[in-house]
């Protein structure tokens, strides 16, 4: 008896015409997204996936390498050069960028790359290591809250072959950068509140000069004005910032600053920007003698994969590490792919994790 071959269903040809198509925008040696990241991508499960690769590379498209990925092109191509990356973090008490640069350093040493990352709290002693003379072929800055040291962005020009920015919005600066997406992370916010019934929002930042703290507070104005909220209603805060500390000095005191009579909140709901950890918000709220939901709705600025920052009950807009990470790995790739092309600033699209902390107006 002989057995009929089964024909693809229509997702998966859809998925393997796409898939062709993904090979052809990647030049010759270039790493795919990983099996998960194409599942998540295309909405399918792995078995589609992994029948469509096969055939790829029955076709000769793509090769696969264990615990190392899958390439376009055939074995020959894949044999890539080795990049010599430098990732440059600022200390900061925020877990946040160590987290990335670990990331980063895993991702780049299992692409065989030769990845250091170095940690600084003086710009100038920094610049002096630089002066040594090794040269990289890509170096990822990661200032994180301090201001952008524009010598040392210069001398990484000169010591790099493709310098990246992390978390920091660098227009006209002449490299690369990876931000998170201010506009759509209020947007998130705004929405999530206003459809909740909250009509008195008030916005709590840090005064600290922290680029993406001041671009959300005055997109929170002018998005308010748009729905035309009074302004009273939705006011923004800037609350002192200790620099030999993390964040706003005293969350407590502001949050009590805002109470009229009667020890109440003016307001249904309060968004919290500022580096300070989940933890600090909610004591901050028990010294106010406030609970949140029952008192007041709060979302934060943040991390949504560190549970320090949520504590497993702040609503949370931001994006992830693991998101940030490979985001800044794509860029480089595609860097490196096309290294004629205009620098630009990438932003991240955040997510709006929600917990218990946001509830109904009341």
Same mark, same amino acid.
């Given at each position: 008896?002989?057995?009929?071959?089964?024909?693809?269903?229509?997702?998966?040809?859809?998925?393997?015409? #796409?898939?062709?198509?993904?090979?052809?925008?990647?030049?010759?040696?270039?790493?795919?997204?990983?099996?998960?990241?194409?599942?998540?991508?295309?909405?399918?499960?792995?078995?589609?996936?992994?029948?469509?690769?096969?055939?790829?590379?029955?076709?000769?498209?793509?090769?696969?390498?264990?615990g190392?990925?899958?390439?376009?092109?055939?074995?020959?191509?894949?044999?890539?050069?080795?990049?010599?990356?430098?990732?440059?973090?600022? $200390?900061?008490?925020?877990?946040?960028?160590?987290?990335?640069?670990?990331?980063?350093?895993?991702?780049?040493?299992i692409?065989?790359? $030769?990845?250091?990352?170095l940690?600084?709290?003086?710009?100038?002693?920094?610049?002096?290591?630089?002066? =040594?003379?090794?040269?990289?072929?890509?170096?990822?800055?990661?200032? #994180?809250s301090? &201001?952008?040291?524009?010598?040392?962005?210069?001398?990484?020009?000169?010591?790099?072959?493709?310098?990246?920015?992390?978390?920091?919005?660098?227009?006209?600066?002449?490299?690369d950068?990876?931000?998170?997406? %201010?506009?759509?992370?209020?947007?998130?916010?705004?929405?999530?509140?206003?459809?909740?019934?909250?009509?008195?929002?008030?916005?709590?930042? $840090?005064?600290?000069?922290?680029?993406?703290?001041?671009?959300? &507070?005055?997109?929170?104005?002018?998005?308010?004005?748009?729905?035309?909220?009074?302004?009273?209603?939705?006011?923004?805060i800037?609350a002192?910032?200790?620099?030999?500390k993390?964040?706003?000095?005293?969350?407590?005191?502001?949050?009590?600053?805002?109470?009229?009579?009667?020890?109440k909140?003016?307001?249904?709901a309060?968004?919290?920007?500022?580096?300070?950890d989940?933890?600090?918000?909610?004591?901050?709220?028990?010294?106010?003698?406030? $609970?949140?939901?029952?008192?007041?709705?709060?979302?934060?600025?943040g991390? %949504?994969?560190?549970?320090?920052?949520?504590?497993?009950?702040?609503?949370?807009?931001?994006?992830? =590490?693991?998101?940030?990470?490979?985001?800044?790995l794509?860029?480089?790739?595609? #860097?490196?792919?096309?290294?004629?092309?205009?620098?630009?600033?990438?932003?991240?699209?955040?997510?709006? =994790?929600?917990?218990?902390?946001s509830?109904?107006?009341?």
């Open positions: 008896m002989t057995l009929k071959k089964q024909r693809d269903t229509p997702m998966q040809e859809a998925v393997l015409d #796409r898939l062709r198509d993904l090979t052809r925008q990647y030049p010759a040696g270039s790493k795919l997204p990983t099996v998960r990241q194409l599942i998540a991508d295309y909405g399918v499960g792995q078995h589609v996936i992994q029948t469509a690769l096969e055939k790829l590379r029955s076709e000769g498209l793509v090769t696969s390498h264990v190392k990925g899958t390439f376009v092109g055939n074995a020959s191509l894949v044999k890539r050069r080795t990049r010599n990356v430098l990732t440059l973090l600022y $200390e900061h008490p925020y877990l946040r960028g160590d987290v990335i640069a670990r990331i980063l350093h895993q991702r780049l040493s692409d065989g790359h $030769e990845s250091m990352v940690a600084y709290s003086n710009a100038a002693n920094v610049m002096d290591i630089l002066k =040594s003379g090794t040269r990289y072929d890509a170096a990822i800055l990661q200032p #994180r301090s &201001a952008m040291s524009i010598s040392l962005l210069a001398l990484l020009k000169q010591r790099a072959e493709h310098v990246l920015i992390e978390g920091y919005a660098g227009e006209h600066l002449d490299v950068s990876v931000s998170n997406d %201010p506009a759509r992370t209020v947007e998130l916010i705004v929405d999530h509140l206003f459809g909740l019934g909250h009509k008195r929002v008030a916005w709590v930042t $840090e005064d600290g000069g922290n680029y993406f703290f001041a671009r959300t &507070a005055a997109l929170f104005r002018a998005h308010c004005h748009g729905a035309g909220r009074p302004v009273n209603d939705c006011p923004v800037f002192p910032t200790d620099p030999d993390l964040g706003i000095r005293n969350l407590a005191s502001c949050i009590q600053g805002l109470k009229v009579g009667g020890g909140l003016p307001f249904t309060l968004v919290v920007a500022s580096f300070v989940g933890r600090a918000i909610v004591d901050a709220l028990h010294q106010c003698g406030l $609970e949140t939901p029952r008192d007041v709705a709060i979302v934060r600025l991390t %949504p994969d560190l549970e320090s920052d949520h504590l497993g009950r702040l609503t949370i807009a931001g994006r992830s =590490s693991t998101h940030a990470a490979g985001t800044v794509d860029r480089l790739q595609w #860097r490196w792919s096309h290294p004629a092309e205009p620098h630009e600033c990438c932003y991240d699209t955040p997510t709006l =994790s929600v917990m218990d902390s509830a109904s107006a009341r």
